[in-house]
Each structure stands twice: as C-alpha cells, then as structure tokens.
C-alpha cells in the first residue's frame, strides 16, 4: 500500500537557519503529494502542494518539488523564524482520497 | 467561514463508558474522515465517507463506529472506549473529485481513556 517516510525530528534551528525536511514515498499510480503543518494546540493546515512530477508547490516561503525519479518530496526554506516551530507532515493522496500521512516532523525555530 | 468544526475539544473518560465526537462542515463536501495522531505514527485513518449513508473502514477502524446521516455531519463513536484509544483525533472533509483536493481539517479532540 500506499506510505511515507519522513525525517526524524525533532529539529532545533536558530532564526534565519535553513531547514531541510526529507520525505520519500511509495505509491502506485500517480499520487498528488502534500506537506501539511500543524502549530502548538492547533489543527493541520495545508502549506503546500504538488500534483504531478516536476511540480514545484510553494508557500509562506517554503517550497518542495516533487520528483518522480527519486519518489521525493522534500521541505525546504532558506531563512525560517521562530513563528514556523510546528509539527510538520508529508503526505500522499491516491485515487481513493486518502491520505497517507508521515510521522510528523517537530521544528523548533529558537531566536 | 468555512470550516470543520469538532466537539468537545478535549475529554477525559473512563473505560466502557460511550461517548461520542461530533465533527460538522459547512462547505457541502462530500467526502469526510476521521483520523487519530499518535507520536511516531502520524495521523492514521480510522473511517470514512464518500457520501450520505456511505461509509467504509480505514486503517485503524476497530472499536469504532461512525455514522453519516446527513452530509454535513459525521459523528465518531466509540462505543466501549479503552485506554489505547487515548489519542488526538481529526475530522477532515475535502469536495468529490481529483486526488489533488487538500482535506480540510478541524481542530482536534483530545481524548484520555482512564
């Protein structure tokens, strides 16, 4: 079936650091691929997206590209803040709506 | 707005005693789900709908049940809860059609089984 792996956290970085999150995937067909983040104490809100190979999704300064060839979907963003310490998910979705989730990654961004 | 919306937002019960999470959406969607967040699992599926009255297992259905009467409603049951069922737990819902839809998440419960 359909499965992500994501990095291990947590993740300690200091203000204007850049920040790497891996995520590879295993899928049949062609799945659209998410990353979702989650804050302290609140829901997950969709960050980005990418529907198909080569895409490129980005958002409030992040972006990840998704690559066929490598069945990868990694996190990046070049400067963070202390506002993006949050639980990080990759996630894929197949045909049937689900979505398939990562672990989560936990960030935290320290002045 | 739009939004999901999930009530109660935390519960602390014993074990066997029923309860019920209510999860509404006012975006006429119709696909909505349910899933629980353990540390180290992510978030995994337990149910979900594809529409009125249609309702199928996810990943991790047992010792729940769910029901979906109307389209803007899909509450969770758990009819005899234990304590592995402590958990956070998400409803979700997106629009029918395309696998690129984002699913839109409520706040989360946070349930405690004693």
């Known amino acids: 079936g359909d499965s992500v792996t994501q990095m291990e956290g947590p993740v300690t970085l200091s203000e204007e650091a850049c920040l790497t999150i891996?995520?590879?995937?295993?899928?049949?067909?062609?799945?659209?691929l998410f990353w979702y983040v989650q804050y302290p104490g609140e829901g997950l809100q969709l960050l980005l997206k990418?529907?198909?190979?080569?895409d490129k999704g980005s958002n409030k300064g992040f972006e990840a590209t998704y690559r066929k060839e490598t069945t990868s979907f990694h996190l990046e963003k070049g400067s963070v803040q202390v506002s993006d310490s949050a639980v990080y998910f990759c996630a894929l979705s197949g045909p049937d709506y689900k979505l398939s989730f990562g672990a989560g990654t936990t960030v935290t961004v320290r002045a | 707005e739009a939004q999901v919306t999930q009530n109660p937002r935390y519960l602390i019960t014993v074990t066997g005693k029923k309860l019920t999470v209510t999860c509404s959406q006012n975006?006429?969607?119709?696909?909505m789900s349910w899933y629980r967040q353990d540390p180290g699992l992510g978030l995994r599926q337990i149910y979900y709908s594809m529409n009125v009255e249609v309702t199928d297992k996810g990943d991790v259905p047992e010792g729940y049940k769910v029901s979906r009467k109307e389209k803007r409603n899909f509450p969770l049951i758990l009819e005899s809860p234990s304590p592995n069922q402590t958990s956070l737990y998400f409803c979700?819902?997106?629009?029918?059609?395309?696998?690129?839809?984002?699913?839109?998440f409520g706040p989360g419960t946070r349930l405690t089984v004693l």
């Open positions: 975006m006429n969607h119709e696909y």
């Open positions: 990418a529907t198909k190979a080569d």
């Open positions: 979700a819902s997106r629009p029918a059609g395309g696998n690129y839809n984002e699913q839109f």
């Open positions: 891996n995520c590879t995937y295993t899928a049949t067909g062609y799945p659209s």
